[in-house]
């Protein structure tokens, strides 16, 4: 196996078992441990992008889910705050 | 095949069964960063320097924001309880 294969089996891998785990894994019914979960499936997007070259795509991904992160826990704890 | 990505990908697998599987928030934080480091490396194996340079840089940001986050919940999730605007004997 080369390293191009096991570079794209890894992303799938993590894309199936984070999707998964998002949905029903252990504890969803917390917001902050679901958005945990969602982070998996963004790494193995990442993969996916580096074993098809796409170098401008990954780094567009990485920089934009940084940001992304940052706006969706600012917003669950706004949610949290505001819940009553 | 080298070494590097080999390990890489095991950081990576092992990193992703971990934040799926743990339930408590800095814990799987903490899975989180190996399931990182583990991208870092594959990216430094297929010599795209410069990505591995931005995602050097961005991760360790995020897990950043992300340990400030959960102490400011669970800090809100422990102070939130004490203010309700129900009656307690009428919620049964």
């Known amino acids: 196996m080369d390293l191009i294969t096991l570079t794209m089996y890894t992303g799938y891998f993590l894309l199936i078992l984070g999707t998964v785990g998002a949905v029903i894994g252990p504890m969803t019914k917390d917001p902050f441990k679901r958005l945990l979960n969602i982070e998996v499936p963004s790494i193995g997007v990442c993969l996916v992008f580096l074993a098809y070259n796409q170098t401008l795509a990954l780094m567009t991904f990485l920089g934009v889910n940084a940001i992304l992160t940052l706006i969706l826990v600012r917003a669950i704890l706004k949610n949290v705050e505001l819940e009553e | ?92």
């Open chain 2, 1 to 92: 095949m080298e070494f590097l990505p080999i390990v890489a990908a095991g950081c990576c697998i092992l990193g992703g069964i971990g934040t799926i599987t743990h339930t408590h928030n800095i814990n799987k934080i903490i899975m989180f960063a190996l399931l990182e480091s583990g991208l870092i490396g594959l990216i430094a194996s297929f010599y795209y320097l410069d990505v591995a340079i931005v995602s050097s840089i961005l991760e360790p940001i995020a897990t950043l924001i992300l340990l400030l986050g959960v102490l400011k919940y669970e800090y809100a999730l422990k102070t939130k309880k004490k203010y309700s605007t129900e009656v307690p004997v009428l919620t049964k």
